[in-house]
């Protein structure tokens, strides 16, 4: 996923600082429902078709605007955007938290949502991250139309990241053998996996295997197992309308009450209830 942000990233940093690619959600008006809105400053970057949007402007005003491919949208904190949804798309959520940095890829193709991909740049704040945010978000309220200056600062936020990724990925540890298992626990959680099968596939055997998350995991293989299924459950209840037997076994349950109870016990809530006071959140 590192790979692919970088990608992205270098993508729009390439550009250069675009005036008209740059737009700035800076109004009063209140926002309607499911619109989302951060006490945190994000950008949101549109990467493959067109995506319709939602944004406050001037005193009291919500405007319909078109974002193609390329451009970027800076919503600065307290404030919100309303994505439409209208056409397929693929854009990049970048919230910039306290000391973390939070990535969010969605993919929709136009009826419902194929990927919420996301990514977290842990303990990541730096000095000039840091003086970037507040002179954008000093000049993100008085941006009638965008200005030069301000279309510089975001870019450099984005050369900024671009650089931490980079960096990352090249002073990486390397890649373990628990490392390539839960990789592989990732991206096959929806089939009918077990200890015996995974072992079977990395050519060790289940008690290797069980001891190997026990020396180097905080969890065991099952509930690491469990864990990525209830992930994945998590996305799909926020962002699509499967009904919850069509999302269980979508998620590698064959028994929709053990799901719920699996569900409830890591939560404290049900599918639902999570459904309910997330609704939107995964997009």
């Not at 995506?51 to 307290?78: C, F, H, Q, W």
């Not at 002073?171 to 089939?191: A, G, V």
């Amino acid at each position: 996923m590192g790979t692919f942000i970088q990608s992205i990233l270098s993508e729009f940093s390439g550009q250069g600082a675009i005036n008209d690619s740059v737009l700035v959600a800076n109004g009063n008006a209140n926002p309607p429902a499911m619109a989302y809105y951060l006490h945190v400053p994000r950008i949101e970057l549109t990467v493959k078709g067109a995506l319709s949007m939602l944004l406050p402007k001037g005193a009291d005003r919500i405007v319909k605007y078109e974002r193609p491919v390329g451009t970027i949208t800076y919503i600065p904190a307290n404030s919100w955007n309303s994505p439409q949804w209208e056409s397929p798309v693929i854009c990049m959520s970048i919230v910039f938290w306290k000391q973390d940095v939070g990535f969010s890829i969605s993919n929709w193709d136009g009826t419902q949502f194929k990927e919420v991909e996301k990514y977290n740049l842990q303990n990541s704040s730096s000095t000039i991250r840091d003086r970037l945010l507040d002179l954008a978000e000093s000049l993100a309220w008085s941006q009638d139309t965008t200005g030069e200056t301000f279309a510089h600062v975001v870019y450099a936020l984005i050369n900024d990241l671009l650089y931490q990724i980079t960096d990352g990925l090249i002073n990486q540890r390397p890649f373990t053998l628990l490392d390539e298992i839960k990789s592989h626990i990732d991206s096959h959680y929806h089939t009918d996996i077990s200890r015996e099968s995974v072992a079977e596939t990395f050519n060790i055997s289940p008690g290797y295997l069980s001891r190997l998350f026990s020396r180097e995991s905080d969890v065991k293989f099952n509930e690491y197992l469990k864990l990525a299924r209830i992930t994945r459950s998590k996305a799909l209840l926020t962002s699509t309308n499967l009904k919850i037997n069509e999302l269980s076994e979508q998620c590698g349950f064959t028994d929709t009450n053990y799901f719920c109870k699996v569900f409830r016990d890591i939560n404290d809530c049900t599918p639902l209830e999570y459904r309910r006071k997330n609704k939107g959140a995964g997009l």
